[in-house]
């Protein structure tokens, strides 16, 4: 357990459908993170949030929609996937805005197939 | 945009040692961090290096060269729960985090 919860673990999705993944931090962290992982690719950063703002967005398509009510509560809603957006999205969060030696904690995430 | 390089998979038998190379190029240097993540699992924070030479930690020690942008991550008395995936990470002069595709070590019996 690493403080970091995401919900749902398991997600399939048609490419009309609309869906929302969860993200939710008990460490009192101020920033929070959404990657992506494919298999046998690195980590892609999508977002980072800092005190519930957006202060990246890394080329991510609109498909994609961030919310951050919080800063313990992080969103990603998606909308028309496609098949290539199936991977694992990952949330984190760190206490600050990755300075120095500020370690990411990482959720278990979200495995979602785009079918 | 950064570059690291590390080996996709790795083998070794139970108790042994192995060594993890990770090599990178990025836009200045402001730390290197090393992540374990067991299939399936959240990726956890193993290690951070900064400054040139060994740090160690109990089984697992790290190392880093800044000038050879070189970084290994040694295994020492394998463990079959040590079969996992080891994510290197370098954070550039701009703190951006950018990240390995990750070595996947088996530890066999």
């Known amino acids: 357990e690493t403080g970091v919860t995401q919900t749902p673990r398991h997600l399939v999705m048609g490419m009309t459908n609309k869906k929302s993944l969860k993200c939710e931090q008990h460490?009192?962290?101020?920033?929070m993170y959404w990657y992506k992982q494919s298999a046998k690719k690195p980590l892609e950063l999508m977002f980072v949030?800092?005190?519930?703002?957006?202060?990246e967005n890394n080329s991510v398509p609109s498909r994609f929609s961030p919310e951050c009510p919080n800063s313990s509560h992080l969103f990603l809603h998606l909308h028309t996937l496609q098949p290539e957006d199936s991977a694992l999205y990952l949330c984190?969060?760190?206490?600050?805005?990755?300075?120095?030696?500020?370690?990411?904690?990482f959720g278990s995430g979200t495995q979602l197939s785009v079918l | 945009g950064q570059n690291i390089d590390q080996p996709t998979e790795m083998t070794a038998t139970e108790g042994a040692i192995v060594q993890i190379n990770c090599t990178y190029q990025?836009?200045?240097?402001?730390?290197l961090f090393w992540y374990q993540q067991h299939a399936g699992e959240a990726p956890t924070f193993l290690s951070y290096n900064v400054l040139d030479g060994l740090e160690e930690k109990g089984r697992f020690s790290s190392f880093l060269s800044r000038s050879k942008g070189y970084s290994y991550l040694l295994l020492k008395e394998l463990q079959m729960k040590d079969s996992a995936s080891y994510l290197c990470?370098?954070?550039?002069?701009?703190?951006?985090?950018?990240f390995g595709a990750g070595t996947t070590v088996t530890v066999r019996a």
């Open positions: 990470a370098v954070r550039d002069r701009d703190y951006k985090l950018s």
């Open positions: 460490l009192g962290h101020n920033a």
């Open positions: 990025t836009s200045g240097f402001n730390g």
């Open positions: 949030y800092n005190f519930k703002e957006q202060t």
């Open positions: 984190a969060s760190s206490q600050d805005l990755g300075t120095g030696d500020e370690k990411l904690f």
